[in-house]
């Protein structure tokens, strides 16, 4: 765990935080210091965690598939921070389909919600950055994006654009101060695996070094780190966090 007093000062806004990865980083940001702006798609289902979370922490309601409400929710952080120093790409969705079966509709949802929405909050975040003198973007990519899976063909792309967007938009930044960073969650026991069947369900965790599948906060621990000083010289990295599941 950071100081609590690590990111004082610091503006962040978390995509997707109504739950799973997205909200236990925008709790721990909060717990470091940071004013936290959590995204969801649904107005005023944020409102009662932002209290909880404190700090100042308020929420942001757009849809990252829809161009012009993305624009709006950074426009509204700009008019009320007049910065943003970390972006957390959080917001993501998981559809399984074998190629054969894979419909345009599935392919489009899911690059649009995790490829194009990434890349419009990067660029909307960047020029906010970019003005405030730097920031730290941290992606969150998936180990199927590395490594890919069956029946995840898409989603295995999504991510895979995800890292590439990344190594890309480090190199774009990096003279403006702005790093930008990936992580690579293996199986975090969220709301998005909770549908699997169980034989698939315990193959998986077979598979995993460590025993048990991620949670949440494994996961917020490293994009806390990485949206910190601490990881002040770090960018352009693909940091995996999945006790083991890909050795
Ligand atoms: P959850 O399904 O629990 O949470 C996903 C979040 O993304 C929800 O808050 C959801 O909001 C939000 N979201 C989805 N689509 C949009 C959209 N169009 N606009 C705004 N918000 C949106 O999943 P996780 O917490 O597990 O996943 C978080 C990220 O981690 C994702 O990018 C996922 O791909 C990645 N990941 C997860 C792994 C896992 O095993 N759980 C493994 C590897 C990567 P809403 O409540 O409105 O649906």
Request: glycine share 12%; charged share 20%; hydrophobic share 45%.
């Amino acid at each position: 765990m950071l100081r609590p007093d690590a990111l004082e000062g610091r503006i962040a806004l978390v995509t997707g935080a109504g739950r799973g990865i997205g909200l236990a980083t925008a709790k721990m940001l909060a717990e470091a210091g940071a004013t936290v702006w959590l995204n969801a798609r649904t107005v005023g289902s944020l409102e009662q965690t932002c209290a909880e979370i404190g700090n100042g922490a308020r929420a942001v309601y757009f849809d990252v598939t829809d161009p012009a409400a993305v624009r709006e929710g950074f426009v509204t952080i700009q008019k009320e921070c007049k910065k943003l120093d970390i972006l957390v790409n959080n917001a993501g969705i998981l559809r399984d389909a074998v190629i054969e079966m894979a419909s345009v509709e599935l392919m489009d949802d899911i690059w649009r919600t995790n490829l194009r929405g990434v890349l419009l909050c990067a660029q909307y975040g960047a020029r906010l950055m970019a003005r405030a003198g730097g920031g730290s973007i941290v992606n969150v990519a998936s180990y199927i994006g590395r490594f890919g899976n069956t029946g995840q063909a898409v989603y295995g792309a999504s991510k895979a654009g995800v890292i590439g967007a990344t190594l890309s938009l480090a190199k774009e930044l990096a003279a403006r101060q702005i790093r930008v960073n990936a992580v690579a969650p293996g199986v975090i026991d969220t709301d998005m695996i909770a549908d699997l069947p169980a034989d698939k369900r315990e193959k998986l965790l077979g598979s995993i070094g460590m025993g048990r599948p991620g949670t949440a906060e494994d996961v917020a621990k490293l994009i806390t780190f990485l949206a910190s000083d601490m990881a002040g010289y770090v960018t352009g990295q693909v940091v995996g966090v999945d006790g083991g599941l890909v050795i």
